[in-house]
């Protein structure tokens, strides 16, 4: 299974980027993670296999949200009202099977993305 993320850039507080996630697998709960410069890295949102069901970290809930199109075998990550907290750079990852106590915890997830940078200044 392969995953490419992309869509990441430099913008402003205040402002949107939708990252993309290319996945080779439709059949995967798909997940969004960051690590910011000097941190661990960490949860920001998730969503089940078939769409229906979507989880955030505190953090960016009511300003990140995470959706598929099947079809198109693609995650999105549209960021809204972003924060210079939000840089990061930012990973998809996927897995078939992850039990719901385990959706935000990155070792549950088997296949990762290369990763794409958001840096937000202030």
């Known amino acids: 299974v392969q995953l490419q993320a992309s869509g990441g850039g430099l913008v402003r507080a205040g402002g949107s980027l939708r990252l993309s996630c290319a996945a080779s697998?439709?059949?995967?709960?798909m997940a969004w993670f960051r690590q910011a410069p000097g941190k661990e890295r960490e949860f920001v949102a998730v969503?089940?296999?078939?769409?229906?069901?979507?989880y955030y970290a505190q953090s960016v809930k009511g300003r990140f949200t995470i959706s598929r199109n099947n079809n198109k075998d693609m995650v999105y990550l549209q960021m809204d009202n972003l924060r210079p907290e939000d840089t990061a750079v930012y990973y998809c990852?996927?897995?078939?099977?992850?039990?719901?106590?385990?959706?935000?915890?990155?070792?549950?997830?088997?296949?990762w993305g290369q990763g794409t940078l958001v840096t937000v200044s202030s």
């Open positions: 990852a996927g897995d078939p099977s992850i039990i719901h106590s385990e959706l935000a915890s990155q070792t549950a997830y088997s296949y």
């Open positions: 969503i089940k296999r078939n769409g229906g069901h979507t």
């Open positions: 697998e439709r059949t995967l709960t």
